[in-house]
Structure formats: structure tokens, C-alpha cells
């Protein structure tokens, strides 16, 4: 279920997404997409208390994985981060 918001992304958010683009790239350099980030707006988040946020109202059918990196927590748990976008957009992560 996902739960409606609409904030700014935070300063966290950014640092994350522009990570993902440096380092998680699945099609090259995607460095110059950085300028757009701050300007996303978070949507919506998932309402089973992970950390997924939406960028897109919409129907995010045909969004594909643009950036994705595996990382670790300090306690050494494992997770995955994937940015997900459509057609020059990102839509979620």
C-alpha cells in the first residue's frame, strides 16, 4: 500500500540518489542527471515501513531499474537500493 505524501526530497534522499548515480549506474554515466535531483518531489512512501519512495503519482507500469547497489548496514545487514525510472525520469527508489 502506498501512502500519499508530498514533501521536497530531503537532504538524505539526495545524498542517496546522487550515490546511486555515481556508482550504481546500469547504463553508463548518469552524473548529469545530479542537477535534477533536488528538485524531486516525494509522492508517496510504501506503508510497510521500508524506506521506498515514490516520485510519481501515476502508474509507475514500464519503470525500470536505472540505478541499483548492494550495501550493508554498520550492524552488517545486507540491503538493496535501486532507483527506478522511466523515459528521462526517475520515479521511485
Known sequence: MTVAED????QREI???NWLLKNG????????LEDSVPRLRV??????CCASVDFE????????PTADANGKTPCGLQFGLILWGREGAFTGL
Open 43 to 48: 509522492v508517496g512512501r510504501c506503508g510497510c
Open 57 to 64: 503519482k501515476e502508474d509507475q507500469a514500464g519503470a525500470r
Open 25 to 32: 549506474s546500469r547504463t553508463g554515466s548518469l552524473q548529469r
Open 7 to 10: 514533501r521536497p526530497i530531503s
Open 15 to 17: 545524498a542517496i540518489v
